[in-house]
């Protein structure tokens, strides 16, 4: 039988095999691929739900000022060496400052990162306790995350306080971690499911459990209205019930976004994403636009239809201050990884969007008007619920590892 149907276009079957091996279309901040290992850690520590590396200040030592950096969202166990070289490679090496200055980095990872928010607090809620167990003398902790692991860390300290679990934090900080919501374009979600009978990886990825907690809005079908998703509301309840953060430690907070309510460039209702292959082509991605019946997708992969999604009632939350995500780009490079004759070729006009809006990071507002998203705000407000927090002189990329955020935190450190 011909791979090719009288269209010319190779069969669904062949299609999905190819996407399948040669394509990993899933969100995340950071390098796609890791070239160089990280080194040995000092210590491996199993946890519920997760384990931890440890690298130690000074060996002969041991434990003695534990610094606890939990890992962010994505799919599939945490990986060290991306871990590594996100926190170490990148514009600034976190870990060997901490270290330089007589810190002890433990790496918190998870078995599951797109698993319950809830499942994973687990994991830190036993770091906290091993490293409390194997500490040398009574420095206190810092226990904190980037992105989705500081939203981790916060329920997991706040809940052992709740519980009369003794943590012994003294600073709690989240790098760019998305206290009101985070976002992922309406059209990228419905991408994500309307090509699940292909590759299921993006849509699984959409509709996990820690994606629904996460997103302000969200689908769960290609065709479905946005919504805050019930496990969402949960899980917000959930943290209300433990007392939503922790009392006892210091809390700050970093955004990758500004303050000054300058947006990051995107304009609204631009057409970001395109399919050029013949098995895609008809498809279109369009950035978020405000008012009513906003054209954000045509949609049409191998079968002749295409459908159109609309919205109302989102504010332009893509050109939004904030930490940036390139959403629209890693769809197209992992596309264009599948073999031409395939015709999934793409291109991305708008490769970024914001991920999590500064407002959001800084726990100052929620994210769903313009206002709320755009308005700036001063240096040091009471309205956030954060001690202290720092933005980022430019919208630059989510949990982009800055010397400026950095040096920030180090500067409070216990």
Known sequence: ??????????????????????????????????????????????????????????????????????????????????????????????????????????????????????????????????????????????????????????????????????????????????????????????????????????????????????????????GDTPETDKERIEFLAELERVGSWPRRPKKIGVANGVRSGAGNGIAPGERAFHGRGLAITGTHLHTQGAGEDQLVAQLRVVTLRKPQIRTSHLPEIDGAPGGILEGFGILADELDKIPAIIGLGSEAEIREHCFVPAVSAVALRDIDTHEKLYDPFPEASEDSELDEYLCADQNEGHTLVSGELCTWILERLP
Do not use: C
């Open 1 to 222: 039988m011909s791979e090719f149907n009288d269209t010319g276009m190779p069969e669904e079957e062949q299609i999905a095999e190819a996407f399948g091996s040669a394509a990993r279309v899933t969100l995340a901040p950071g390098p796609r691929e890791v070239y160089e290992s990280a080194p040995d850690p000092d210590q491996e520590w199993a946890l519920p739900e997760g384990k931890a590396w440890v690298y130690l200040a000074d060996a002969k030592k041991g434990l003695t000022k534990p610094v606890l950096i939990a890992d962010g969202f994505n799919t599939g166990p945490s990986d060290l060496d991306f871990s590594w070289e996100i926190l170490e490679r990148g514009p600034f090496p976190l870990i060997g400052e901490l270290r330089k200055r007589g810190y002890d980095v433990v790496l918190l990872g998870f078995d599951e990162r797109s698993a319950s928010l809830l499942d994973n607090a687990k994991a830190v809620k036993s770091a906290v306790q091993e490293a409390i167990a194997r500490r040398t003398g009574s420095h206190p902790l810092t226990v904190g995350g980037f992105s989705m692991g500081g939203l981790i860390a916060r329920y997991a300290l706040a809940r052992m306080e709740h519980d009369g679990d003794e943590h012994e934090t003294e600073l709690y900080f989240s790098f760019d971690s998305p206290h009101r919501g985070a976002w992922i374009p309406i059209a990228l979600q419905s991408f994500a499911h309307y090509i699940r009978r292909l590759n299921a990886a993006f849509s699984n990825q959409m509709n996990s459990p820690a994606a629904r907690q996460l997103l302000w809005q969200h689908i769960s079908e290609w």
